[in-house]
């Protein structure tokens, strides 16, 4: 990992993004979140990952059809799909999921509710799109990827911005 430029007594803000498999949804939003933190030039301040609650796509890169919509967005893909721990729950400052399974298959890895408050959906971040969940795109058409990137976009940029206030933005 890069050497962090945060100040010793500040680390970076921990953010986990989560779906089902780990290639469609939770790998396009930390891409998508990583390139907004890399452009307003705050990338030393988070750490930013993403997993699945199924292990079975363990270390597949993005669906292509993620890749190609993200590609043709601007982004540069990244990233092998891992299953979430229990330890990714104590470790991350924010865990981000994608619908309701995902959000209740999250807590339940928490049988002590203690990290439960980390343990946020992402549409609560969304400040143009009005979505009770992102959708999973794997069984539909193009269209459904490009909704749920444009959907991702918006709730990145409100993670962003509620962190504005927790993590220093004044280097
Ligand atoms: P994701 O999409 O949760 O957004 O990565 C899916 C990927 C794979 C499967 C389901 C959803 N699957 O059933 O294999």
Known sequence: M???????NQRPYRVLFVCLGNICRS??????FRKQVADAGKAD??????AGTLGYH??????????????????TISGRARQIKK???EYFDLIVTMDQSNYT??????????FHPKIQPLVRFCNEH???HVPDPYYGGKEGFEHVAR?????????????????PMNS
């Open 105 to 114: 298959d999250v807590k339940n890895l928490d049988r002590t509710t203690q």
């Open 87 to 89: 330890i990714d729950l």
């Open 130 to 132: 009005d979505d009770k």
């Open 45 to 50: 301040h988070f750490e930013i990952d993403s």
């Open 58 to 75: 363990e270390g597949s890169p993005p669906d292509h059809r993620m890749c190609e919509t993200l590609e043709r967005l601007g982004y």
């Open 151 to 167: 959907l991702l976009e918006d709730g990145c940029a409100g993670i962003f911005n509620r962190t504005k206030d927790i993590v």
């Open 2 to 8: 890069a050497q962090s430029v945060v100040k010793p």
């Open 27 to 32: 790998p396009a939003a930390e891409i998508i």
